[in-house]
């Protein structure tokens, strides 16, 4: 009987893993991190890379270059010496190679002379290279390679969706990541805040982490959901969540006045990043989703109890005041009809821009709130 494959970690843990790994120092000859197959997240491959940096600035005698591929400045010449040649001052070496792509993608040799170092038992005692989406044929002989000495790893983009197996937005591999993020800064997130923080600033984990950060500044070390929503009522991801709750609750006018809004004064994250209205879609959609996916759960308990704050608890929710008035508010009107509307016309919103190549994204988000009120 064949043995059983181990279980593939989320991005936040493997994450936090090699982090611990790196800033002690325990890595392999070459630390290869590759683009998946799907959608990459950089960002968790650089806190890798910064961790080594930790590291190697606490080592003595260690001759540690850091170097950028992407940069203009980058010198191939430079790390063909470091290869090559032993350091005249230390007996020690290390390199993190950052952006590695663009340069690899210029010089394919560097690709089979890192292999060549790796394999060797000389040079460097570790490498790592971060390449960052590309198909150069360099990278695909990274990627491609099976020496024993490397180590690939591929980090992917966090689910914001929970399981169907639990579906409270909780569960989301967003939501972990954030509410385990907030507990190594000695914060903590009450039931029903993480899932509502993926909802509003979507499930990048730098957006994530600067939020987290924003109520750290503010002096909120036990967040609530009512807290995120207080704190982001007027940002970008705050509007996000208005739209959704006023698309759920079948408040067309409302939905139609901050698109509006929005088209007219733009957007702005937590962090004062300007949002284009390419990237609201994608925020406004994100929230919706996870809006539908809480109102379905209400919906569904509801067949079973008639207590609204019951249902909302059952659901994975936090029942607070302001969460049961607006599922109540909510639930005068949306339905399983309404919810299968709703769905229905995100499907056509997404084809629209993503396929049809819809210019205007306005113009299609507006053609969603008039598909649902079409369908109602």
Known sequence: MAAARPKQLDPGTEYRQWCGLASAGELPRLLL???????????????VAAAVRGFAATQEGLDFLDIDGGSPDFDVQSLD??????????SRQALVFTRAAKAIAKYPRLAERLLEVASSGEGPEFMVVHTGASTAKGVKALAATRIKAAKKLRFRTLYSDPPPWRPEPDASEAAQFVAAEAKLQKMSMQRGAAGSLVALAGSRPADLLQAVNHFSLLGITDISEDDVHEVASHSAEGSAFDFADSVLS????S?????????????????????SMRDAFALLMSAVNNEVVKTSSVIEFMAHTPNVEEAIKASGSRPSKPAISKMQKRLAVCDVAHIASIRA????????????????TSHVLEMFVFSVLKRR
């Open 345 to 360: 016309a995100g499907l056509d919103a997404e084809k629209h821009l993503k396929i049809e190549g819809w210019r205007d």
């Open 250 to 253: 079948g408040d067309s006018a």
């Open 33 to 47: 991190i590759l683009p998946p197959k799907g959608e990459e997240e950089p960002w968790f491959g650089e806190q």
């Open 255 to 275: 939905a139609l006045r901050l698109l509006s809004k929005m088209s007219r004064q733009g957007l702005r994250a937590w962090g004062g990043k300007r949002v």
């Open 81 to 90: 010496n470091f290869l090559n040649s032993p350091s005249l001052f230390t």
